[in-house]
């Protein structure tokens, strides 16, 4: 396998275990929207889930941005 595959790969598995981690913070929610209607719904653990699930995507998607910016 390239080196560019790994990478894609490697973030395509990030990002999707940051929407599953959100997910499974989410699952016993039963407003979906707005956003501050949900975060007050959610117990404790349940929002670290959430912030966690976030917070994955967000760093996945960053090193994926600056690795392409490196590499031409």
């Given amino acids: 396998m390239t080196p560019e595959k790994k990478r894609r790969v490697a973030t ?5 275990s940051g929407v ?3 997910l499974d913070g989410m699952r ?3 407003i979906v929207w707005p956003p ?3 975060w007050g719904a959610l117990r404790g ?5 959430l912030g966690a699930g976030i ?11 600056l690795g392409r910016r490196a590499n031409p």
């Avoid at 653990?45 to 889930?49: A, D, I, N, Y």
């Avoid at 917070?55 to 941005?65: D, E, K, Q, R």
């Fill in 20 to 22: 599953l981690t959100c």
């Fill in 55 to 65: 917070a994955l995507m967000v760093v996945t998607l960053a090193i994926s941005a």
């Fill in 45 to 49: 653990p349940q929002r670290l889930e």
């Fill in 12 to 16: 395509a598995v990030g990002f999707v």
């Fill in 28 to 30: 016993d929610a039963k």
């Fill in 36 to 38: 501050d209607a949900v």
